[in-house]
């Protein structure tokens, strides 16, 4: 039943995920190749004649326009499909908090983005995109190091792992590594889900290995620290830098393929050049179908990590049988699919399905116990 109820979850979430995909580029064309993206710029004129202020302008502009078409998805597929399948724990008026601190969030985030985009390309017209290119890795460094210590708090809090038998499980995890202890925290997700997770974040000083405390009140120690074995492989393998150099080589080609259709997009539709605020749903377009290209491939990156994080912890985090139990514990809190179609997972999965996962324990468990009775 269980199953059953995984399987029909996870189909509708890949559902929303295409439709959210097919409604984003959407909403792109039109504007891009509609008058709208010109109606927009000419608003933002009439306000002031500070190339920044414009920009300001045209961006608020566009992120409330999308927000209109956007927000009754975003609401069923984060606040009343969560609720249908007894999955949230958060009550409406939570659920607008907090969705709109994201989107303020986003706002002042992309408004930085959008702002320096535009302004490196108004001083280096030919060579923008080598520069954009060299800030957005820049921006994303930067992420990565606050995101644990400025953004997650706005929405959770942390603490300390209060259990001791659980903090002796963690501090074998980590004594042959870098990882302190002090940065192992537990994160109130309870307050949203049910869900169970676990993340490895930040970067110098700020990385950290969170567990939420739904994973630290339904898990056993042995759990636990297969878990926390796997997020300190993260942390060991260098896989936070593995992902920033994967984006650091994709992002370069997808700046240079904005750079080609912006000269072929400025050409065609009469603009004032790339630095024309008007070019930017041209320049989502982009990405967002470059996003889309690259998607399968960046997942198949991303799970080659999660495997090797899984053998780590096979290694060093306690026998087969707790790996096992703790993968079929969290398709089951989770609601995850234990074995979706390959093409689904090719595509859309950034972890190996829990059935892989799970075979792949027990036959490196058969291997073992092979090799003791030689």
């Not at 190749?33 to 961006?59: G, K, M």
């Not at 925290?185 to 970067?203: D, E, I, P, Q, V």
């Not at 780590?312 to 707790?322: E, Q, S, Y």
């Not at 390959?342 to 324990?361: D, Q």
Request: charged share 20%; hydrophobic share 50%.
């Amino acid at each position: 039943m269980t199953d059953t109820k995984a399987k029909e979850y996870s189909k509708i979430r890949i559902r929303l995920t295409i439709m959210n995909l097919v409604v984003s580029l959407v909403l792109l064309s039109i504007i891009a190749f509609s008058p709208l993206t010109f109606v927009f710029r000419n608003w933002a004129h009439r306000l002031s004649d500070n190339s920044f202020i414009i920009v300001f302008f045209y961006f608020l502009l566009f992120y409330l326009f999308s927000l209109i078409i956007d927000f009754p998805l975003d609401i069923y597929s984060s606040f009343f499909l969560e609720h249908k399948y007894k999955l949230s724990n958060q009550n409406f008026m939570a659920w607008i908090i907090d969705n709109g601190k994201k989107r303020l969030l986003t706002i002042v985030l992309g408004l930085i983005m959008i702002e320096g985009l535009y302004a490196i390309m108004r001083m280096s017209p030919a060579w923008w995109w080598v520069w954009c290119w060299a800030a957005f890795i820049l921006f994303s460094l930067i992420l990565s190091k606050i995101i644990p210590v400025f953004i997650v708090p706005l929405f959770y809090k942390y603490d300390e792992i209060k259990d001791q038998e659980l903090k002796e499980k963690i501090l074998n995890c980590v004594k042959n590594t870098k990882l302190k202890i002090s940065n192992i925290f537990s994160l109130n997700l309870s307050k949203t889900t049910k869900k169970a997770n676990a993340a490895f974040m930040g970067l110098g000083n700020t990385k950290r290995v969170v567990l939420s405390d739904t994973l630290i009140s339904h898990f056993t120690p042995q759990e636990i620290e297969v878990v926390v074995a796997h997020e300190v492989g993260h942390f060991t393998l260098k896989h936070i830098w593995k992902h920033i150099s994967f984006a650091t080589v994709v992002y370069i080609i997808a700046f240079y393929c904005a750079y080609v259709w912006l000269s072929y997009i400025v050409k065609v539709f009469a603009f004032n050049g790339a630095a024309d605020v008007a070019t930017f749903p041209f320049i989502c377009l982009l990405f967002a179908l470059f996003g889309v290209v690259i998607m399968p491939l960046q997942n198949a990156y991303s799970r080659a990590m999660e495997r090797e994080a899984d053998a780590f912890a096979l290694r060093t985090g306690g026998r087969g049988d707790a790996f096992v139990s703790t993968m079929k514990k969290l398709g089951e809190i989770n609601l995850s699919d234990p074995s979706p179609h390959a093409l689904i997972e090719c595509i859309f999965y950034s972890h190996p399905s829990i059935a892989k996962r799970i075979a792949w324990a027990q036959s490196q468990d058969s291997k073992e116990k092979e090799s003791a009775s030689l």
